[in-house]
Structures are given as C-alpha cells and as structure tokens.
C-alpha cells in the first residue's frame, strides 16, 4: 500500500510520528495524523476544510485541548501507531478507490480519518460541521482541478521520498549504536573487562 502514497502522504506520516513525540506521547494516534495533515498548508485537504470554512488552526487548537501534552520525556525511539491510526492508514487506500485515483494523497489520509468516527480527529473535524460526503466531494472536486500532478513517483525515484528514507535509516542505525554502546557498558561493568569485538 505505502508504494502508492504520494511524497505529500509519506511526509504525513513521518510528521504524525513528530508530532506525537513533540508532545510526550508514547504513541500515534488519529489526533497526530490529523496534526501533521494540518501542517501543509497547500495540501487539497487543508484547502477542502477551509472552502467548508472550518479553519485548521480552529481544529488544531482543540486537539491540543483535548490530547494535550504529557509530562514526560519524548521518546528517541520507534513510537507505535495505535489501531485507529493503522485502520485510518489502511482505509486511505478504499477513499482513493472511491475517489478513482491511483495514487494514495494526504486528503485520501483526511477522508479515512473522518471515517473513524471514534477518533479524536474524527471527532474534532465533524464537531465543526464537516461530513464525509461534503469532504469527499469537495476533494474529488479539487483532485479533478489538480490533474495528473497529483500521481505519485514510482518509489525511490523523488529526491524528496530517497532523503526520507536516509534520515528513516540514519536514524535507525544511531539507535542500534547506542544500543551496542549501553550493551557494551552493562558487559564491562559485569565482568570487569571489555568484551571482544565481534568478528567481520
């Protein structure tokens, strides 16, 4: 599925996983998702929700009402999606196939979140007065305007989407480092002696 998402989509949900540790959150929930949608202001979503007059800076203060931030340390590593996030991820690809498209944009990602009624995004979205039918429209409507630009790359072939896999790894592998380092620690403190280094 994440093949066919557009660089816009992809960036989305590298942003949710920042803005969840931005706030302490020891996870990614629909709320994040939505928060990282909200963040690019040329997006066909945040352009649908403003032309139904629902201002993104009106949603993203009621999320940070309702969610909040927690008073902890974030979290330097992996944060897990929550169901409702993975459902929403998911669901992203039947609204493309409602919509026609081949390609899985963040408006594709909005719809899917509207779907979740559980959702605290969904929740916050419909509580000023948006409905999945009007969003779809208004996004089919704008897709149409939008041409053929809106297709994603093939995978790997956007500059923008090979530095977010470098970074995705760099980051990977700073972890792994300091694992191997803490590892290393714990061995010498428990046996006195610094452990040999592994072959190859």
Same mark, same amino acid.
Do not use: C, W
């Given at each position: ?96 196939? !409602?919509?026609?498209?081949?390609? #899985? ?6 719809? /899917? *979140? @509207? =779907? $979740? ?42 500059? !923008?989407?090979?530095?977010?896999? #470098? ?6 592998? /700073? *972890? @792994? =480092? $300091? ?22």
């Amino acid at each position: 599925m994440f093949e066919r998402f557009t660089d816009q989509a992809r960036t989305t949900v590298v942003r949710a996983q920042e803005e969840a540790r931005g706030r302490g959150h020891d996870h990614i929930g629909t709320e994040h998702l939505l928060l990282a949608l909200l963040s690019d202001e040329q997006s066909v979503g945040v352009r649908a929700l403003r032309s139904l007059g629902i201002e993104p800076e009106t949603i993203r203060a009621d999320i940070e009402e309702t969610v909040g931030r927690a008073d902890m340390e974030a979290s330097s590593g992996h944060i897990p999606f929550t169901a409702g996030a993975k459902q929403a991820l998911e669901l992203s690809l039947r609204e493309a196939m !409602a919509l026609g498209h081949s390609y #899985i944009g963040a408006e594709h990602i909005l719809l /899917a *979140l @509207l =779907r $979740q009624t559980e959702g605290v995004a969904a929740a916050v979205v419909l509580s000023k007065g948006a409905d999945l039918p009007a969003m779809r429209a208004r996004i089919r409507s704008m897709s149409s305007a939008a041409g053929p630009t809106s297709a994603p790359p093939a995978p790997l072939d956007s500059s !923008a989407t090979a530095r977010m896999v #470098i970074r995705s790894l760099e980051k990977e592998n /700073a *972890l @792994l =480092r $300091q694992e191997v380092d803490r590892l290393r620690q714990f061995i010498t403190r428990r046996l006195g002696a610094e452990p040999p280094a592994a072959a190859g």
